[in-house]
């Protein structure tokens, strides 16, 4: 599930306090530049958090603009999932590859196979009650020495694993059931769909590989988002061939528009008041973007596409959406068109952007987005 800002400037340090120098500095060499950036976009009502990376290693996340790193830093983490309960703020993530959540910045690393204890990546969070659950993948090896990656999700902190050769990319509850969307190697790549341990499939054909990405429960109907492709074979149409966006509801699928786009994905899928608002990608190849394919941040309401950027001086896409007083949130990565070796995380409040990191060397994206 990846992250863009109209920001109010509050101090967000629930977490762990970092302790390295290095890290103290990178904060306070960045706190001017949030500053400017959120005083240029001026107060809003709506409490954002945002979570993702920062730079090469840092797990990173913001409220209302304002950046805060996880602890700890002697290693790599990727904050990939948040959600605002009780009061406390969850996030879950990977640190070192083991899935792990924060709890009010306090790292919890989950447990895994017996083989390989504890190896594998949480995505995704919820919090139902006072309940905490996780979804994501922990690894095993089998009889013949192979690594396998197996689709999960914690309870509590209590495993249960789904299927082999799986992974589960995003969790929600309702009432009492439990729905995990995700994909399987059966036959190719088929994107999932697990209520209370059992998974179906959303698509069955031979010929497409397709993964879910994100899940929402609405009124007892199941939403789901993702992309799937043609498989390639003598005679196949290359267009075939290319990723396309679409969502599910109640298990029928419904193709995403792409305006003759080579490729589009969908990444996060939210409903509100009947709309239904997914937010992804697309790659378009023409002479304005110097005859190079690129990454284009996108979101559509009702099968609708709305630009986030042109494809022409950037590459961006959209990880994670969410909707909240007629405010469409959106955020996710952006850089360069000609230098890949870079990106900053960024948050579109509806179609304005604005600057998470302020980075000029490394890899920062924006994963996951709760508004309260």
């Known amino acids: 599930m990846k992250l863009r800002n109209l920001f109010l400037i509050i101090p967000f340090c629930f977490l762990s306090s970092c302790t390295k120098e290095s890290l103290n500095n990178d904060l306070e060499q960045e706190k001017e530049a949030n500053s400017l950036t959120n005083a240029k976009l001026g107060p809003i009502a709506d409490k954002v958090y945002v979570v993702g990376r920062k730079g090469n290693d840092f797990s990173a996340q913001w409220f ?3 950046q805060s790193l996880l602890s700890p830093s002697n290693g790599y983490t990727e904050a990939k999932s948040v959600f605002k309960a009780n009061g406390n703020i969850y ?5 070192d590859g083991k899935p792990c959540y924060w709890l009010n910045g306090v790292m919890n ?17 919820f919090v139902s009650g006072f309940d905490v659950y996780v979804a994501g993948y922990v690894k095993n ?10 689709s999960a999700y914690w309870k509590n902190g209590v495993l249960t694993q789904l299927s082999d050769q799986s992974n589960a990319n995003s969790i929600f509850v309702y009432g009492t059931d439990v729905y995990v969307c995700g994909y ?3 036959d190719g790549q088929k994107a999932v769909v697990w209520k209370n341990n059992t998974m179906s499939y959303l698509n069955t054909s031979a010929n497409y590989n397709c993964n879910a990405n994100d899940i929402k429960v609405i009124n007892g109907d199941v939403y789901v988002c993702g992309y799937g492709k043609k498989k390639y074979t003598n005679g196949t149409d290359p267009e075939e061939i290319h990723n396309k966006a679409r969502y599910w509801k109640n298990g029928i699928e419904t193709k995403l528009s792409d305006d003759n786009s080579r ?3 969908a990444y996060s899928i939210y409903i509100v008041n009947n709309d239904i608002y997914v937010a992804g990608s697309d790659i378009i190849h023409n002479a304005n973007s110097g005859g190079i394919n690129v990454e284009r ?11 986030l950027t042109d494809g022409i001086s950037t590459r961006a896409e959209a990880y994670s959406i969410f909707v909240k007083n007629f405010t469409v949130y959106t955020v996710g990565r ?6 890949l070796s870079k990106s900053e995380a960024v948050i579109w409040n509806n179609t304005s952007m604005s600057n998470l990191s302020i980075f000029s060397t490394g890899y920062s994206t924006a994963n996951s987005i709760f508004v309260e």
């Open 184 to 186: 399987i190697f059966v």
């Open 64 to 66: 209302n603009g304002t």
């Open 109 to 125: 690393i989950l447990p895994g196979t017996s083989s390989i204890y504890g190896y594998g990546e949480a995505k995704s969070i």
């Open 91 to 95: 996030v879950a993530g990977v640190f």
């Open 334 to 339: 952006c850089n360069p068109r000609t230098d």
């Open 263 to 265: 490729a589009n994905y």
């Open 141 to 150: 090896i089998d009889i013949n020495g192979q690594i396998t990656e197996i």
């Open 297 to 307: 941040a996108k979101y559509w309401k009702n099968n609708s596409p709305i630009y």
